[in-house]
C-alpha cells in the first residue's frame, strides 16, 4: 500500500504526507505524540475520513477487507453475541457458534454472551471490539489504541492471538499505541508522526532503536523507548 | 351503585365510543403518514449538508410552534369547495382532519428524529464503515440504533394527535358519527352544559394520554446500562 502527497484539513490541525509505504502483511507500529496526525492517517487508510488532496494506493485492496478498532469502541445496543456477529450478518455469513463460543472462552466473554454490550466494562469492551473486527477475517486491521486499557494477562492473550493469526495468514495491521512494550512485542516496521507528517519510517530495529533524525530520537528518550529491548 | 351504572352507561354510549373511535383512526393514519415523513426527513437533514439547510431546520422548529387552529384554517381554505384541492370533497371528513394532523405531527417528529440522529448518527456512521457496511446497511443501522428515540418521537407525536382540537374542530366540522373527535366533542358538550359525558371522555382522554407516557418512559429506560438480553 501506498500513500502519496496525502493532505487533510481538519481545522485546527492539517495532516500533509508526502510519501508513505506500508508493506502487506506486516505488522506497522504507528507512534508519536497526541495530535501527530497518527488516528487521521489509519482513518483515512480506513475510507472514515476523505483526503483533501493525493492519493492512498490500496494495490487491489477493498474497502470492505479493512477494519478498525477505536479506544472507545463503538457498541450496538444489543447483546454481547450479537455485536460479535454484526460483520457476518452484513455480509451474510452464517455464524459458526462453535468458533464464536471458543472465541469468548477464550477471552472472558462466554458467560457473558447475552449481556447488554454496553454494560461491559470498558477493558471487555475493547476485547469485544478486537473480536468483532477479526471475526469475519480482514486483510487489513487498524488498532487505534485499544490495546490501551487491557489487563496485562488480556494483552498477552491478545498479543499472542495477533503473532498467532499473522503466522497462518498474511493480514496487514496498524498497531497505534503510546506502550513502547506493545509496539515492541509486535510490529516489524514502525512510523513516526509529528504535527501531522510522517518523519521518519522503516524497520524497527532502526526507527525504534536507532533513530536518524533528532526529533525522533529526543521522543524515543521521553517514552522510555530506548529502555525496551529488541525482540 | 346509581352512579356506577350511570358511569357504565356513559363508556357504553354511541356517541362516545364513536368519538373514541374517530380519534383513534385519525391519530393512528396520520401519526403512520407523519412518521415515514419525519423519520425519513430527521435523518436525510443530519445526513446532507446543502445550501440553505440550516434555513429548513429553522423553518421546521418555526413549525413546532405554529397554532393548530391556524393549520386547520389553511387546510380549510384548500379543501373547502372553491379552493385549490376543493374538488377532491375532502372538507369535514377524517381524510380532511388526518391531512391537517399530519401537517402539525410531522415538524414535530422530525425535530426529534434529527435532534436524536445529530448525536448519535456520527458515531453509528464511523463504526458501520469500519465494519464494512454498505450505505444502506448503513441507514438501517442508524435507524435501528434510534429505535427507541424514534418510538419516543411517534408516541409524543400520538399524544399530540389525540389531544388536538383546533384544527380537527374547523377541518372535521365536528360532526356526530362522522368526524366528532374526543376533544371536539368535550368542547361542544361545555358549551351545552353537559358536563357528565364531557368529563367521561376528558377521563378516557387522560387515561390515553397515561398510557402513552408509560410507554414513552418504558423505551427511556433503556438507557439503564445494566439490562441484560
Not at chain 1, 43 to 72: F, N, W
Not at chain 1, 135 to 160: G, H, R, W, Y
Not at chain 2, 76 to 83: A, D, I
Request: with cysteine.
Amino acid at each position: 500500500m501506498k500513500i502519496i502527497n496525502l493532505k487533510k484539513n481538519l481545522g485546527m490541525f492539517a495532516l500533509d504526507i508526502k510519501y508513505m509505504e506500508l508493506e502487506r502483511g506486516c505488522i506497522h507500529g504507528f507512534i508519536g505524540e497526541n495530535g501527530s496526525g497518527k488516528t487521521t492517517t489509519a482513518k483515512l487508510i480506513a475510507g472514515i475520513l476523505k483526503p483533501d488532496e493525493g492519493e492512498i494506493l490500496y494495490d487491489g485492496l477493498c474497502s470492505r477487507e479493512i477494519t478498525m478498532t477505536s479506544q472507545k469502541p463503538y457498541m450496538l445496543h444489543t447483546s454481547v453475541y450479537e455485536n460479535l456477529v454484526y460483520p457476518l450478518k452484513i455480509r451474510g455469513i452464517k455464524p459458526n457458534e462453535t468458533e464464536i463460543e471458543a472465541a469468548l472462552e477464550k477471552h472472558g466473554l462466554l458467560e457473558k454472551k447475552k449481556q447488554y454490550a454496553r454494560s461491559l466494562s470498558s477493558g471487555e469492551q475493547q476485547k469485544l471490539s478486537i473480536l468483532r473486527a477479526l471475526i469475519f477475517k480482514p486483510e487489513f486491521v487498524i488498532v487505534d489504541e485499544t490495546l490501551s486499557n487491557l489487563s496485562a494477562e488480556s494483552l498477552s492473550l491478545f498479543e499472542n492471538l495477533i503473532l498467532e493469526i499473522q503466522k497462518i495468514s498474511s493480514i496487514t495491521w496498524i498497531i497505534i499505541s503510546h506502550q513502547p512494550h506493545i509496539i515492541n512485542e509486535l510490529c516489524d516496521n514502525v512510523h513516526f508522526f509529528s504535527n501531522g507528517q510522517l518523519i521518519e519510517s522503516g524497520k524497527k530495529e532502526y526507527v525504534f532503536f536507532n533513530p536518524e533524525k533528532p526529533i525522533v530520537k529526543a521522543y524515543m528518550q521521553r517514552q522510555a523507548f530506548g529502555t525496551v529491548k529488541a525482540r | 351503585m346509581d352512579f356506577l351504572n350511570e358511569t357504565i352507561s356513559l363508556f357504553s354510549d354511541a356517541g362516545i365510543v364513536n368519538a373514541v373511535n374517530v380519534t383513534l383512526i385519525m391519530s393512528a393514519f396520520s401519526v403512520a403518514i407523519s412518521s415515514l415523513l419525519g423519520i425519513a426527513l430527521g435523518i436525510l437533514l443530519e445526513q446532507c449538508n446543502f445550501p440553505g439547510k440550516r434555513m429548513i431546520i429553522r423553518l421546521n422548529r418555526t413549525l413546532l410552534a405554529f397554532p393548530p387552529v391556524v393549520v386547520g384554517l389553511i387546510v380549510y381554505l384548500l379543501l373547502m369547495r372553491n379552493g385549490p384541492l376543493g374538488a377532491f370533497s375532502l372538507l369535514f371528513t377524517i381524510k380532511g382532519m388526518i391531512i391537517a394532523q399530519t401537517i402539525i405531527i410531522t415538524p414535530i417528529i422530525t425535530s426529534m428524529v434529527y435532534s436524536f440522529a445529530v448525536k448519535a448518527a456520527p458515531a453509528i456512521r464511523v463504526f458501520a464503515a469500519t465494519m464494512g457496511a454498505t450505505k444502506q446497511q448503513t441507514n438501517i443501522l442508524i435507524v435501528k440504533e434510534m429505535k427507541y428515540e424514534i418510538y419516543f418521537a411517534i408516541i409524543t407525536g400520538f399524544g399530540r394527535s389525540i389531544s388536538e382540537v383546533g384544527s380537527v374542530m374547523l377541518v372535521g366540522g365536528n360532526i356526530e358519527g362522522r368526524t366528532r373527535t374526543m376533544t371536539t366533542a368535550i368542547s361542544m358538550l361545555k358549551s351545552q352544559g353537559i358536563y357528565t359525558e364531557g368529563v367521561a371522555l376528558g377521563i378516557i382522554l387522560l387515561a390515553f394520554a397515561f398510557i402513552l407516557q408509560w410507554a414513552a418512559e418504558c423505551f427511556q429506560k433503556r438507557e439503564s446500562e445494566d439490562e441484560n438480553y
